[in-house]
């Protein structure tokens, strides 16, 4: 394929597929506002509808719309008793967090009283950071609010504008029934969606479309169901280990391990916040900073372990997808791109170029050189 001569008319495809590939980023760029409601239902579908499929094998629910209000239930149920149960606690977490900053800026000897074993330069950065009035204000309750109506507008970019904050609120909300109305909508037809677009492959290009959706799908499956699985128990493991060794916003942090374990080894960098909440809880309850390190090294070397050695090899399998690296830079590229949305498609989208690469390579030119091919009894396009 590489060694092919460009004539004139594989010349003029080449520049007929860059500049669709143009006006479609154009088209994305314009139109991202409408469409990341839409791009986390289609999101939000994929990762449900195994459940909708379970209840109906399982639960011998014949009815798919049937099976979709009792999946939608159960998913949004368990979201809510979490957030009801554990939004309390992050608000008195963070609430105390703000006055043991505060105990702690009110000492004249800080670095002397509490830094003593900590290198200069480091001790110095702390002492700045424990006295700017910014970094003490963010361990207030009403900066968390501040914070989530920001998300809400950044998620639901139709909410911005010259409005209060309560009229915000109420268009956000409007913007969230939106996306379960999408949710309800697509996962209702979710299997006459894939059928039909199995029916709008042409016969000569079957063979080789399907296998190209099945290296996708799997590579799909793998990241957004299995790794958004280990991460969230992952999360909830860190949550209860800084929770028994009394860590300040601990179950605040374990979240943002859960959301980081996302991308596989991104984790580490939660080392860092971690261990500057701990040197905090060590300064207000006089307890030896390196002693106190150890537990919770202790909690990251468990948790790590029984990822590696029991999670990942159960949920992953012997399943491979991307490098790491090439995640986040896949994140960083489609988040600058388009934003919300681009972070949103990176990884779909990452894998289908991915996946083309694969099939461009074993296979030659995708679009010449194509047999007809037999319809297939068990195709990719099936669960």
Known sequence: MLNKPFTFDRTVRTAILVGLIYVSYLLLDYLSDVLIPFAIAVLLAYLIDPLVLFLQKKAKIKSRFISVIFSLLIVFGGLFLIFYFTVPFIYNEISSMGILISHIADRTDIKNAYLQNIPDDIADYIVGLINSEEFRSVFTPDKLNDFLIDTLRKVLPGTEGAFTNTINIMLSLAGLMIIFLYLIFILKDYRGLIEGAKDLIPPKF?????????????????????????????????????????????????????????????????????????????????TPFWQYMSLVLLVYIVVQGIQDLFLVPKIMGNATGMNPAMIILSLSIWGKLLGVLGLLIALPI??????????????????????????????????
């Open 206 to 286: 079957k063979d080789q479309v399907l296998h190209f959706v099945d290296d996708f799908r799997n590579a799909m499956r793998t990241y957004f169901r299995a790794q958004g699985l280990i991460a969230a128990i992952v999360g909830v493991l860190f949550a209860i280990g800084f929770s028994i060794i009394s860590l300040p916003l601990g179950i605040m942090m374990g979240v943002f391990i859960g959301i980081l374990n996302m991308v596989p080894y991104l984790q580490a960098i939660s080392f860092i916040p971690v261990t500057l909440v701990a040197l905090f809880h060590c300064m207000e309850e006089g």
């Open 350 to 383: 990452s894998f289908l170029l991915v996946s083309y690469y694969r099939s461009f390579i074993i296979t030659g030119d995708f679009f010449t050189n194509l047999v007809e091919s037999k319809p297939e009894e068990d195709h990719p396009f099936e669960e």
